[in-house]
T-cell receptor, first 115, second 109 residues
């Protein structure tokens, strides 16, 4: 089974530019989560999709961040315009919607560097 | 408030020494706790979870509700255990994970 795939693995952009990160969850996983690790800090929750619906977006830092999951398959996370403090590693994770089995499988992460 | 605290950023031990990575949590209700590990150049992966009461790669973790702790232990560290370890708490409402700050374990030869 293919794991959670994230693209790009590393993106370097200038402040003010736009970046779109993509996550392909494991096939059949309805839960999709985005997390972020900023340098030296903990991994923080950004948002949670169940299929195409946003279940919880309480962790989204501000309106420069937009996440979508059209069709309930892959998801994108767009940062526009990017700021220096957005630099970090963005992780995607997915899981099945099944009682007692909500173990998250993580992607390798997308490293974002904003100059 | 739901919170996970890992007090040590770095833990350095010699091969064969016992290891204990500390994790304390704050949660109202019955917590579900996990340890995730990220080896160099690999993705974050589940190491173990408290409901399974299992031992993975020689590691164990016991949930202590009185002390609100979920420390990760291994009696004899190996060099291949060197990695970043994250303790995480699952919110029963949303299923999202709340992570601690992470502890880098360095096992020296």
């Amino acid at each position: 089974e293919a794991g959670v795939t994230q693209f790009p693995s590393h993106s370097v952009i200038e402040k003010g530019q736009t970046v779109t990160l993509r996550c392909d969850p494991i096939s059949g996983h309805d839960n999709l989560y985005w997390y972020r690790r900023v340098m030296g800090k903990e991994i923080k929750f950004l948002l949670h999709f169940v299929k195409e619906s946003k279940q919880d977006e309480s962790g989204m830092p501000n309106n420069r961040f937009l996440a979508e999951r059209t069709g309930g398959t892959y998801s994108t996370l767009k940062v526009q315009p990017a700021e220096l403090e957005d630099s970090g590693v963005y992780f995607c994770a997915s899981s099945q919607v099944r009682a007692g089995a909500n173990v998250l499988t993580f992607g390798a992460g997308s490293r974002l560097t904003v100059l | 408030a739901q919170r996970v605290t890992q007090p040590e950023k770095l833990l350095s031990v010699f091969k064969g020494a016992p290891v204990e990575l500390k994790c304390n949590y704050s949660y109202s209700g019955s917590p579900e706790l996990f340890w995730y590990v990220q080896y160099s150049r690999q993705r974050l992966q589940l190491l173990l979870r408290h409901i399974s009461r299992e031992s993975i790669k020689g590691f164990t973790a016991d949930l202590n509700k009185g002390e609100t702790s979920f420390h990760l232990k291994k009696p004899f560290a190996q060099e291949e255990d060197s990695a970043m370890y994250y303790c995480a708490l699952k919110s029963s409402n949303t299923g999202k994970l709340i992570f601690g700050q992470g502890t880098t374990l360095q096992v020296k030869p």
